[in-house]
């Protein structure tokens, strides 16, 4: 019967290890429009310190990259259990915090800092563990997997989708560690963001009955929003296994015009989609998008032909949902010791990407509250960094 990870008793205490760990990780300010890439050359000198190899895949600028590692045994290409975790953190502009957002600051019950929860802690207990492994013990393969542009649309997630599709029949499962109070999460709801922009001519607002309105025109695709809302709530598709069971449009940003005495020349509306799995994005965002660039433009170009309505998709994360009863969900649940159901949650992850795109069994598990992501003096609590690293330690691999 295969133990917990075996790790090298010679090296010290692993809490310990974890949160210096933390405290670089923290250090270094990856915020999503910035690079990672001095994030992931501490990383790799770490692993290469443990005999680790790693491979960085690049973007196009390179500029940021993937990282994927493998430790333990097998041949072709064995992945055994892979840790994903994203590396970006969203901006601390605007937000009032009590001390440096890249500093990790400690109390006696929580880890302060950017990207304590949201997850940076997660990606410290596996490099803790991964730092120490013991190679010669260890019977099944693990595989860190850390991207880059996660909180603006699974950006480096999208381009590893193809590798990972390679690895059919030689990974068992994925655990994405973002932060759920380490509640095991079998689903989630997709989200896709997008721009609707008009075009009319500036004119004095005397003439404003003969002109197009581009904001009368935006605000007219905001109404179509609210009535696809009211049927989405009343009419489903419905999905009881969220808080929240169904579709939904938040319009979130409207900018246009300059004062009211000038017809305005522009207006832009974006819009967010989030939606349950069997309801996809791109058919709510195609309705809005058609009803845009027909009627509404259609209305427009009555009164001018210098007039233009663009639709742009700005992001997109795919729903997530595996069966509660997947082997690798029961696997997880008895690592962990967990005694609740799988729980669906309303905020986005890789999974949908790792699960629905490329076939690899995947849960969502890590330490920290979603709450306590993208706030100003965001943390975890240290017991559950603890508890985190007792988790992974705990998986049958060794």
């Known amino acids: 019967m295969a133990s917990g ?13 974890m949160l210096d760990i933390l405290e670089r990780l923290v250090g270094f300010d990856t915020t999503s429009h910035r690079s990672n890439i001095e994030l992931l050359d501490y990383v790799q000198e770490l692993l290469s310190g443990n005999g680790i190899e790693s491979r960085l895949h690049w973007n196009d600028e390179h500029t940021k990259a993937n990282l994927v590692a493998t430790v333990g045994p097998g041949a072709d290409g064995e992945r055994g259990i892979v840790w994903s ?36 802690g997660f990606i410290a207990c596996c490099l803790a563990i991964l730092s120490r492994v013991d190679h010669e013990r260890l019977t099944v393969p693990v595989t860190l997997v850390l991207t880059y542009e996660e ?14 599709r390679g690895w059919e029949g030689r990974v068992r499962g ?6 759920t109070g380490l509640k095991v999460v079998v ?5 896709q963001n997008h721009r609707i922009s008009f075009k009319g001519e500036p004119k004095h607002a005397a003439l404003a009955p003969l002109l197009p309105n581009p904001i009368t025109a935006a605000a007219a695709v905001i109404g179509r929003a609210d009535t696809l809302n009211e049927t989405f709530r009343t009419e489903g598709p419905h999905d009881d296994r969220f808080a929240i069971g169904h579709s939904w449009i938040n319009v979130g940003r409207v900018e246009g015009g300059v004062k009211p005495n000038i017809v305005p020349e522009d207006c832009v509306v974006e819009f967010e989609i989030r939606n349950v799995p069997d309801h996809a994005c791109d058919g709510i965002a195609a309705e809005l998008g058609r009803f845009a660039t027909g009627e509404v433009l259609a209305g427009m170009r009555a009164k001018s032909d210098a007039v233009e309505v663009r639709t742009e998709q700005l992001t997109d994360t795919p729903s997530f949902a595996i069966d509660p009863e997947h082997e690798f969900v029961t696997f997880v649940r008895e690592a962990l010791g967990a005694k609740e159901d799988p729980e669906f949650v ?12 490329a076939r690899i069994p995947t849960v969502v598990c890590g330490p920290g509250a979603i709450t306590e992501a993208h706030t100003a003096n965001e943390f975890v609590a240290l017991a559950q960094l603890e508890q985190c690293l ?9």
């Open 5 to 17: 990870i075996p790790l090298r008793p010679s090296d010290g205490d692993l809490y310990s290890r």
């Open 85 to 120: 975790a994203h590396t970006d953190v969203v901006p601390v502009d605007g937000q009032a915090w009590d001390t440096d957002p890249f500093a990790l600051t400690l109390t006696d019950t929580v880890a302060i800092g950017r990207g304590t929860a949201d997850m940076k």
């Open 151 to 164: 909180e603006v649309g699974c950006v480096g997630a999208r381009r590893l989708v193809e590798e990972l």
């Open 174 to 179: 994925c655990i994405v560690g973002e932060p």
């Open 187 to 191: 689903g989630h709801k997709g989200k």
């Open 346 to 357: 309303p905020f986005g992850t890789e999974a949908g990407l790792i699960w629905g795109h």
């Open 390 to 398: 007792h988790f992974l330690r705990s998986l049958p691999l060794g």
